[in-house]
Nanobody
Framework: QVQLEESGGGLVQAGDSLRLSCATSAPTFKNLAVGWFRQAPGKEREFVAAISWNADSTYYADSVKGRFTISKDNAKNTASLQMTALKHEDTTVYYC?????????????????WGEGTQVPIYS
């Protein structure tokens, strides 16, 4: 079992930057692809960004491309989502997810492990 814990969320102003982190103690993390998803109340979870197990490949939703950067540090068992130029519509809860298959995926439900999420409220 892989337990993921997100951190770094918090109240920010539109235009600001924020870095979310995802940590685990599971040694198998280095073999897992990681994705970041987000879900607003009453809405479906949506894909944000993903990275392959070895961090060689990344993929982004069009809505965040050029503003968000996903990274993975297998030596530290962590993954991050650097968010810049935040918009009000980025306000939601962000989830870190990991999948056994090493290739990334933008499919909601295509991941095997996920954290409890971290909130990112954004004010104008």
């Amino acid at each position: 079992q892989v337990q993921l814990e997100e951190s770094g969320g918090g109240l920010v102003q539109a235009g600001d930057s924020l870095r979310l982190s995802c940590a685990t103690s599971a040694p198998t993390f280095k073999n897992l692809a990681v994705g970041w998803f987000r879900q607003a109340p009453g809405k479906e979870r949506e894909f944000v960004a993903a990275i392959s197990w070895n961090a060689d490949s990344t993929y982004y939703a069009d809505s965040v491309k050029g503003r968000f950067t996903i990274s993975k540090d297998n030596a530290k068992n962590t993954a991050s989502l650097q968010m810049t130029a935040l918009k009000h519509e980025d306000t939601t809860v962000y989830y870190c997810e990991a999948r056994i298959l090493g290739h990334y995926s933008d499919y909601v439900g295509g991941y095997d492990y996920w954290g409890e999420g971290t909130q990112v409220p954004i004010y104008s």
